[in-house]
């Protein structure tokens, strides 16, 4: 039924379209008030002079738009594996069964099963992470900026926090050092250059106001060159010297060290604890390879007056979490088998062979389907790990490169990528240096048909 927009008197009623075959069969599925809302839309549609309008299709796509998950399943082929727009890390079965089981039953979250009494939710993980990081207690929190924050409120509000000028840090988004003191309530003392920074830089700050001297990571740069960084070890001893605390911000935590899988490293937090800090705090969700959450490993007595503050109580992490924080933990307690078992640690292992072969298999269909317009090439690539991890480093990686032919490659180039985000499992790679690149190191072997399958529906 295809109504030219000119005929009015043409446009049928809400009721009559409601009474097509293929209109009511959308009922069982989505409900008849989202079916009807969609029938009101496509007539306003036509109304409004929308020309060539066939109707029970238009109905049907406006009620499957609509009951499209917002939280869309996406190929990230950007190259970065730990993509915070993306979601960071992809979990691991055993996260995904033990968040299943806190979500459908109740469970012993803060009921100590053993004495019959009530409990601390941070039970759940607390002997993991000191086993794991080899501090005396720890606690969780909603992601690392709410760990780093809520060490700095409850340590060192309205006293002074002795910071390295090269370590202070912006995460993408709104994770400012400066900025998070300043709301923690800390006064924020610089200390050193950009580039180099003394252990007398750090002694020669060190007053009445002191609360805390701190280190952080520098996540996502790098400070080469002439350079002169005071180590956690050097500061440790300062700090304890004059009866202070020190803290370290790792960002990313990974709890074993990378490179015996081939890997850059990356400091540990059982380094740090090791070199003598007192509190260390990373995040969940980055090398980690959990759910998002803030992590603070360290000394018993500070971990309890974290505990105590109201703020804990508002930044706390859910079971869910929880449950997936521990199933990922218990993984650690065998590391040869991590790279098998963890996603996160499965992608950045991945060998370039393997991504080769698979950009190999990739390749014909993908030409295919583009045509003689564009020229698709297997490439080699370099990955990045993502999410402040590793920043400087890169993996050798894989994937395709389409390269428009004709004229005007650069609209061309954004129809293709538009193209590719449109499908039902959105692909996502990026545009460089006048071709598009998917950096296969990301796509599953297991994903593989439903991706080249998908390629029909491309529009470009
Ligand atoms: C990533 C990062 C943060 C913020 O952690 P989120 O888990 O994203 O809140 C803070 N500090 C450093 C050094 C980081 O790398």
Redesign the pocket.
């Known amino acids: 039924m295809t109504v030219p927009a000119t005929k009015f008197a043409q446009i049928p009623s809400v009721d009559r379209v409601l009474g097509l075959p293929e209109v009511r069969a959308l009922f069982e599925a989505h409900g008849r008030a989202i079916v009807t809302g969609a029938v009101r839309e496509v007539l306003a549609d036509m109304r409004n002079g929308k020309d060539g309008i066939a109707i029970a299709q238009a109905v049907r796509e406006t009620v499957e738009a609509r009951a499209r998950p917002n939280l869309r399943r996406v190929f990230n082929l950007t190259g970065t594996v730990l993509h ?1 727009n993306l979601g960071r890390a992809v979990l691991p079965e055993e996260a995904v069964q033990a968040a299943v089981s806190a979500m459908t039953s109740p469970c012993a979250l803060e009921y100590d099963v053993d004495a019959g009494g009530r409990g601390d939710r941070d039970n759940v993980v607390e002997e993991l992470l000191c086993e794991l990081t080899g501090a005396e207690s720890a606690t969780v929190v909603n ?6 924050f809520l060490l700095l409120n409850t340590l060192a509000a309205r006293k002074e926090v002795v910071v390295s000028r090269g370590e202070l ?1 912006e ?1 993408g ?1 709104a ?1 400012r ?1 400066p900025d998070i003191m300043a709301r923690a309530g800390a006064k924020l003392v610089e200390v050193g250059t950009t580039n180099r920074t003394h252990p007398q830089d750090f002694e020669n700050s060190i007053g009445s106001k002191t609360a805390l001297l701190m280190k ?5 740069y790098a400070v080469t060159g002439f350079t002169r960084t005071v180590a956690e070890s050097e500061v440790a001893a300062l700090a304890h010297a004059r009866q202070l605390p020190f803290a370290v ?4 935590g990974t709890l074993v060290d990378l490179s015996r899988f081939g890997l850059p490293k990356e400091p540990t937090p059982a380094e740090s604890i090791a070199a003598g800090a007192d509190l260390v ?1 990373f ?4 090398l980690l390879g959990g759910p ?3 992590i603070l490993v360290g000394k018993a007595e500070f971990i309890r007056r974290i505990r105590k503050n109201p703020l804990k109580r508002a930044l706390r992490v859910g079971k869910i979490t929880l449950a997936a924080l521990e199933a990922v933990l218990r993984l650690y307690r065998d590391p040869e088998r991590l790279p098998e078992r963890l996603p996160t640690l499965r992608l950045l292992t991945r060998p370039q062979g393997d991504i080769s072969r698979q950009a190999g298999r990739l390749h014909a269909p993908m030409q295919a389907k583009l045509g003689p317009d564009w020229q698709v090439a297997v490439a080699e690539t370099m990955s990045q790990i993502g ?3 590793l920043p400087v480093e890169r993996l050798p990686s894989a994937g395709l490169s389409m390269r428009p032919l004709s004229k005007s490659p650069g609209t061309r180039l954004k129809r293709l990528e538009a193209a590719f985000r449109a499908l039902p499992v959105p692909v996502l790679g990026h545009v460089r240096e006048g071709a598009l690149h998917l950096d296969l190191r990301c796509l599953r072997i297991e994903d593989e048909a439903e991706f080249v399958e998908q390629l029909d529906g491309l529009s470009c």
């Open positions: 915070t992601n690392n900026a709410a760990a780093v840090i995460i988004g994770f050092m952080v990571h520098c996540s996502n911000d790792l960002g990313s705090t995040s969940g969700d980055k998002q959450a803030g999410s402040g991890s």
